[in-house]
């Protein structure tokens, strides 16, 4: 089975470009996870959505990021305008819905570093 | 807030012994309990998770929890220098599918 797509895995632009970072969840899984790793502050969840509905924004930093769902298989995390501290790995991770001990599985990320 | 804590390391065992990883939280209401590994330049990956107080074994691994005293630690036996990584202990917010996870702790496995 496919596990969860990200894409790109390495993204690098400057300063001022707008960043679109995908995902693509396992195929039944309703539950889909937007998360940013550093070393500073570690892995923080920055939105997730339930049935391709936002649930939850209140880990996204400020109004430069913004993430959709427009379907149960796609997901879109952009950042307009970037600036040099978004440089981060972004991860999308996945769950199904059910009961809220399901575990989530993760993509392999984006590394993403801003000039 | 919701707190998950756990001892950031370095923990170096040597190989064959057994890695005691543990975690704290802060949310009585937390029904599940996730730990992930992490290997450096990697996306974390699930290995073992715990619903109920007590032991579960999985290979080598056994996850052990205590609600009463909020904890949660994973037991590796016979470690192997394939275990070093960073273990990430992730919490569920109770009533939510919102995880809180830990900063992780640094596992280096001495061969």
């Known amino acids: 089975d496919a596990g969860v797509i990200q894409s790109p895995r390495h993204e690098v632009t400057e300063m001022g470009q707008e960043v679109t970072l995908r995902c693509k969840p396992i195929?039944?899984?309703?539950?889909l996870f937007w998360y940013r790793q550093t070393m500073m502050r570690g892995l923080e969840l920055l939105i997730y959505?339930?049935?391709?509905?936002?649930?939850?924004d209140s880990g996204m930093p400020e109004d430069r990021f913004s993430a959709k769902m427009p379907n149960a298989s796609f997901s879109t995390l952009k950042i307009q305008p970037s600036e040099p501290r978004d440089s981060a790995v972004y991860f999308c991770?996945?769950?199904?819905?059910?009961?809220?001990?399901?575990?989530?599985?993760f993509g392999d990320g984006t590394r993403l570093s801003i000039l | 807030q919701k707190e998950v804590e756990q001892n950031s390391g370095p923990l170096s065992v040597p190989e064959g012994a057994i890695a005691s990883l543990n975690c704290t939280y802060s949310?009585?209401?937390?029904?599940?309990f996730f730990w992930y590994r992490q290997y450096s330049g990697k996306s974390p990956e699930l290995i073992m998770f715990?619903?109920?107080?007590g032991d579960k074994e999985d290979g080598r691994f056994t996850a052990q929890l205590n609600k009463a005293s909020q904890y949660v630690s994973l037991l590796i036996r016979d470690s192997q220098p394939s275990d070093s990584a960073t273990y990430l202990c992730?919490?569920?917010?109770?009533?939510?599918?919102?995880?809180?996870f830990g900063t992780g702790t640094r596992l280096k496995v001495l061969a």
């Open positions: 949310d009585r209401g937390s029904q599940s």
């Open positions: 959505f339930n049935n391709n509905v936002p649930i939850d």
């Open positions: 195929s039944g899984h309703n539950s």
């Open positions: 992730a919490v569920p917010t109770s009533g939510t599918y919102k995880y809180i």
């Open positions: 991770a996945s769950s199904p819905t059910g009961t809220i001990n399901q575990p989530q599985h």
């Open positions: 715990i619903y109920s107080n």
